[in-house]
């Protein structure tokens, strides 16, 4: 059965500075990974889609990178702002369904 | 227009009742999804439904049946509901297919809680 981790838990930084977080699973047959942001008390914003074939994917700050045959994915995230201060949540599509990793709780300080 | 959308956004209810969320999704997708959040914020899948087809159902007590009227629409519904029911449920669409690796898009999230 599939297993997404996502290390550290929790992290804090100052604003401006550069930043991974980082997804792991366990079986690599996937379809894709998608990365998302949560807000508290919201629902689920897509940040970005990795498809399977593909090594990474950009949006503005954001850069995601997907090693299937390690069952790696992380996400950069450059010039850190306080607007950035989420869960992020990654989660892999093995075609019938979606499985979240456990979260990432960012908090950037200005 | 929002892509998927859920009702209601809130809901408190007593031990006992019965329940029903409703989800909408204008994207043309013909899976949808319900998940679970729990107190420590993990997302679990309960059902998962193709074309108006079941297809996964997660170990979800049977109090608990969805109903797809139309490839549109996934609402749940939930019986005799209990303490533990309490939770955020987010319904989803994707695509399957050839289409598979496209967005897949959740909901705003209902806040259930019984008490």
């Known amino acids: 059965k599939q297993e997404v981790t996502q290390i550290p838990a929790a992290l804090s930084v100052p604003e401006g500075e550069n930043l991974v977080l980082n997804c792991s699973f366990t079986d690599s047959a996937i379809y894709n990974l998608q990365w998302f942001r949560q807000d508290p008390g919201k629902g689920l914003t897509s940040l970005l889609l990795?498809?399977?074939?593909?090594r990474e994917q950009t949006s503005g700050r954001l850069n995601a990178s997907l090693d299937k045959s390690s069952g790696r994915s992380t996400l950069y995230i450059a010039a850190s702002q306080p607007g950035d201060s989420a869960t992020y949540l990654c989660?892999?599509?093995?075609?019938?369904?979606?499985?979240f990793g456990t979260g990432t709780s960012l908090t950037v300080i200005p | 227009d929002t892509a998927v959308s859920q009702t209601p956004k809130y809901l408190v209810t007593q031990m006992g009742n019965d329940k029903s969320i409703k989800c909408e999704q204008n994207?043309?997708?013909?899976?949808m999804y319900w998940y679970k959040q729990d107190s420590k914020k993990f997302l679990k899948i309960m059902f998962s439904y193709n074309n108006k087809e079941l297809i996964i159902n997660e170990t979800v007590p049977n109090r608990f049946s969805p109903k797809s009227p139309d490839k549109a629409h996934l609402n749940l519904h939930i019986n005799s509901l209990e303490l533990g029911d309490s939770a955020v449920y987010f319904c989803?669409?994707?695509?399957?297919?050839?289409?598979?690796?496209?967005?897949?898009?959740f909901g705003q999230g209902t806040r259930l809680t019984v008490v």
């Open positions: 994207l043309g997708h013909d899976t």
């Open positions: 990795i498809q399977s074939s593909q």
């Open positions: 989803a669409s994707s695509s399957r297919g050839h289409l598979l690796n496209t967005e897949a898009f």
């Open positions: 989660a892999v599509h093995t075609g019938n369904q979606f499985y």
